[in-house]
């Protein structure tokens, strides 16, 4: 049955071809960049997801043409080994915006939010990206949108793109490669051959993305896997393979060949001088501070200093090394700190609570939908498809299981939870939100009416103080840029929808353990 053979009967059937309708899906894009667009114009610089640590870093590379780095430049301690960090190409990409926008104007305000809306279009970006990426699993154009509905009115969304942050760029470029990648398994199967075009755009992808942040490795590691297995299964042997790269290089005209095979070897040698070198003199991808400066240097660096002075009192404060209280913490940390709000260095990281509708909505919601999703698992796999669903679960499980170890890692070392953040979540957030959505509506079955009271239970949640309201209602005028307009503009929205929020006289909501 054809788009034009569908006429909706009842109320259900309305919602359900609005919520899949293009234009539910531009309001979405809308009402996030108006969220973090908001945000941008009214947090003070430095906002706290390392805003000065990310500018001081630009600002290095500004005065430098070259990625690269013949020695520690000088006066760069406070952002730690910049030399061999291999996250780094977002602040050497935003050197150019920024070396533009001081030539405008010496305004530091100017400078900053020039950035920052930059960084908002990048994570704008991925939004796109990630529905082509969702819609590949079978799942509904209705229920793609609406998680990706609900994954922007996580406070931490929009609170995160409105800052300069190398996550911003993360996150188109991770829907990017996994969509080249779903892409490519696609091809192989449905035509059995290679499109070569298409895997040095996945190699190009993949190698600049683990540039950006170090934390796309482990998505990098599963994304070879799937495309490995994925052309194991259509060539057996290697020879068959090489055969039909080499007949797929033939297909490309010469100029498009050179091009690509130019940005491949590009990407490879950019990748092999941060972790190649760092892995052979290191020992390891992404050296310790440490390792590579003094600690007298690394002091300066303020995250190194935190871990490093942890460390040598570990012993004298005792605790426990057990990872059951590691990950009691861990989880409330994530949580706690996906629905938080909080200002920057300005405030000393002053830090407000949850509120109770979105918090413990999203609680309550993504444990019954995980519930569901278990249940209804074989049903799920064998309704869509099950192989995109499988890598979808399995970059999720392996990115998440890697965090946590990271993080338990640093736990053992210091003695204490440090750097939980829920933001290193957003990455794949929306796969498993869509897993989410489809246990639900597999294990429902027919029950169209309790499908849609779930689902408006769910938004009303995330609305009623969720998005960008949890950092206007939260935050108060020593959070803001010194401008009258902008410190009004909060405090009437404060006023209006203050009042008929659930935990707006609570701020320190859920901070017991913080």
Known sequence: MTKKNIHPTGKVDRIVTFLGSRKF????????????????????????????????????????????????????????????????????????????????????????????????????????????????????????????????????????????????????????????????????????????????????????????????????????????????????????????VGFGLTLMTRRIRTVLMVLVLLSATLFVQRYGVNIVRYHTPVPDCGAVLTVQQCSAYPPWNRDYSLAQTKADRGGTDSPLVFSADWFYGMWMRSFFAVDGPNTNFQTRGPFILPGIGAIVFASAGAVMAAVSLKRMFKRYDGQILGLFVAVTGVYVLLLWADEYHSFLRTGQAVAINGRYLLPVLPLLLTVLALGVHVFLRARDGLKLAFATAAVVCMLWGGGALTYILRSNNAWYWPNRTVQNANHAVRQVLGPVTPGYRSPGEFMGRN
């Open 25 to 244: 899906f531009i309001g979405i894009m809308v009402v996030f960049l108006l969220e973090a667009a908001w945000i941008a114009l009214s947090g003070r610089y430095p906002m706290a997801f390392d805003e000065d640590f990310h500018l001081g870093i630009i600002r290095l590379y500004a005065h430098h043409i070259s990625p690269f780095w013949n020695s520690h430049p000088a006066g760069s301690e406070a952002y730690g080994a910049v030399t061999r960090d291999p996250s780094y190409l977002y602040q050497y990409l935003m050197s150019f915006p920024y070396r533009l926008i001081t030539a405008i104007t010496s305004s530091q305000a100017a400078q900053v939010l020039f950035l920052r809306f930059i960084s908002i279009g990048m994570f704008a970006a991925s939004l796109p990206l990630y529905r082509r990426l969702l819609l590949k699993s079978g799942a509904s154009r209705a229920l793609v949108q609406l998680s990706l509905g609900i994954f922007i009115l996580i406070p931490i969304v929009p609170l995160l793109a409105a800052q300069i942050n190398y996550d911003n760029l993360l996150m188109p470029l991770t829907a990017l490669s996994l969509l080249l990648s779903v892409n490519f398994v696609e091809e192989l199967e449905r035509y059995k051959r290679i499109d070569v075009k298409l895997l040095f755009l996945l190699a190009i992808t993949g190698l600049l993305t683990s540039l950006v942040k170090y934390a796309f490795l482990p998505i990098l590691l599963v994304e070879f896997v799937y495309v490995a297995v994925a052309a194991r299964r259509a060539y057996p042997s290697a020879k068959k393979f090489w055969l039909s």
